[in-house]
């Protein structure tokens, strides 16, 4: 009884110091990707707390800590730049995003994340991480935020002849404290916080004249129900769609790593539908929409959150430390949270890839550098999509490439008797062809191409050794095959291994067009026949 209840008690402690640590990692951040966003520091706080607390109660039993990321506060402020900076519209969009995420739990779409190739996942992640960096070079040299990459770099160029120089030092003075200190502090008090704390101190104590968060709201958002007619609904669409699919990423990329932590197995859809429903409610409050975060997550458990009480925990410790310190928050300068993104979109960037990027094949490093030129310089979710096609495409054309004929010429002792007395059925042969690899659309193709190099065969055993079905492509191409060789005047001795193959070709009348007589499913017994076949055929001659 004594044991169990220690068990209990060491359960709930390492809950509260996990909710504790994820908590002072999600502060700075938080309050960073807000004003990123262009809603504010506030709503990327409230956003944090409300969206952690309803995820955490509706979700998954592990620890899985939720708030604004990356790759959501850079969807989030490129909408908020192609709507013109309307708040109803964003507002909108979050809630379509959230309802979206309700219906991809209902469906089994959630299991394609799995079946993303990793250069598509890296491209787009360094890219998110370069995004970020971009973005915040402006505001460490103390001038305004903007959405778009290409607008920031075009602005740097001017604003470098207007250097704020307060905000200059404070930023480095951030970059210095987040990338140089030791891991030994950063395991127990985040870089990031300690950056915000000295920095923030000195800027006061020393009047430094930079841009500040000013004023943070410690009261609970107001509900707000975004207005709007149908036509604006389905113009919004695609935006929505595309924060419902990076925010439904986002979180199964969190939840593969935390079973991997936990050793666990979470349920998907009941990790998307809590996160629909927390996202939601951010539209319904005016605040910045999230999804599970994967370091806040991983401090958590490091620190020995076993349970969603964590996930709890981390929203009530950020509403205490928001009533508590909203006065300090309110000086933070904007270049403080400035070098912070540095260190986060830094931290983002796929360096593991990056030191094995030299052995990467051609057809990685092509779908990588697709994915990132299109993250940074366009669309996100055009990046992804664009990536995705070109890596299956790629992948076709290395099948379709492997796929290859492989003949070999059947020799009989009497046959090559009964050719030697008819010099003009010298020429009589059989063959027989394997179908090596898939034989799908991409392949089709080049098979039909080395088809027309079996002139001269009289009997042509084809093997077909795999037992997948055919696509409706590599149909009409076997379709083709056979009537060219038939063309030809070689007969034709299908070996096939599936059932399911034979009513295939049957329903498309493939099996009437070679002849019922000519299916077998061993090659020895094609063998057999074609054997006896040209020897009835060469003695009639004879």
Not at 247 to 276: F, M, R, Y
Not at 402 to 415: C, F, G, N, P, R
Request: one cysteine or more; charged letters at 15%; a positive charge.
């Amino acid at each position: 009884m004594i044991s169990t209840l220690k068990t209990k008690a060491e359960i709930f402690l390492g809950d509260i110091l996990g909710g504790l640590n994820s908590a002072i990692i999600a502060l700075p951040q938080a309050l960073a990707f807000g004003v990123a966003t262009g809603f504010g520091a506030g709503a990327g706080l409230w956003g944090a707390i409300i969206l952690c607390f309803i995820a955490g109660i509706l979700g998954t039993k592990t620890p899985m800590i939720s708030g604004i990321t990356g790759p959501a506060a850079i969807v989030t402020a490129s909408i908020m730049h192609a709507m013109g900076q309307d708040i109803n519209s964003v507002i909108l969009i979050i809630a379509l995003a959230g309802i979206f995420q309700i219906i991809l739990s209902l469906t089994q779409l959630l299991s394609i994340v799995k079946y993303v190739p990793y250069p598509v996942i890296s491209g787009f992640m360094n890219g998110v991480g370069v995004i970020i960096i971009i973005l915040q070079i402006n505001p460490l040299i103390g001038h305004p935020t903007l959405s778009s990459t290409i607008e920031s770099i075009q602005k740097l160029f001017v604003n470098l002849g207007a250097i704020n120089y307060d905000a200059l030092i404070l930023g480095v003075l951030t970059l210095l404290i987040v990338f140089l200190m030791p891991k030994r502090v950063n395991k127990f008090i985040p870089s990031t916080v300690i950056a915000l704390i000295i920095c923030t101190f000195i800027s006061i104590n020393f009047g430094f004249n930079v841009d500040k968060i000013n004023a943070i709201s410690i009261d609970f958002p107001k509900f707000i129900l975004p207005h709007a007619t149908f036509a604006q609904i389905i113009n919004n669409l695609q935006y929505a769609i595309t924060l419902a699919v990076i925010l439904s990423s986002e979180s199964l990329l969190t939840g593969l790593v935390c079973d991997s932590l936990t050793k666990s197995k979470n349920n998907p859809k009941h990790l998307i539908a809590a996160q629909g429903i927390g996202n939601i409610c951010c539209a319904l409050t005016g605040c910045v929409p999230g999804a599970a975060a994967t370091m806040r997550t991983v401090a958590a458990l490091k620190a020995g959150a076993t349970t969603k009480i964590a996930a709890i925990v981390s929203p009530i410790v950020l509403l205490l430390l928001l009533f508590k310190f909203s006065g300090f928050v309110a000086e933070i300068p904007l270049a403080v949270l400035a070098g912070i993104l540095i260190k986060i979109g830094y931290d983002i960037i796929d360096m593991k890839l990056l030191k094995v990027i030299k052995y990467a094949s051609k057809d990685d490093l092509c779908v990588l550098a697709v994915v990132f030129i299109l993250t940074v310089f366009y669309n996100l979710i055009v990046a992804v999509g664009a990536g995705i096609v070109l890596a299956a495409l790629l992948y076709a054309k290395k099948t379709a490439d492997s796929a290859k004929l492989v003949q070999k010429t059947v020799y009989d002792k009497e046959i090559i008797e009964l050719e030697r007395s008819l010099e003009h059925d010298y020429h009589h042969k059989i063959r027989v062809v394997h179908i090596d690899g898939q034989f799908f659309f991409g392949s089709a193709t080049q098979l039909i191409a080395q088809f027309d190099e079996l002139l001269g065969t009289k009997y042509l055993i084809l093997n077909y050794d795999v037992n997948d079905l055919l696509d409706i492509s590599a149909i009409f191409a076997f379709e083709d095959i056979v009537l060219r060789l038939k063309g030809q005047h070689i007969k034709i001795l299908l070996v096939i291994h599936d059932k399911r193959l034979y009513e295939q070709l049957e329903k498309h009348s493939i099996i009437k067009e070679i002849g019922e007589h000519h299916i077998f499913y061993s090659e020895i017994d094609a063998i057999d026949f074609a054997k006896n076949s040209l020897k009835k055929k060469l003695k009639r001659n004879k």
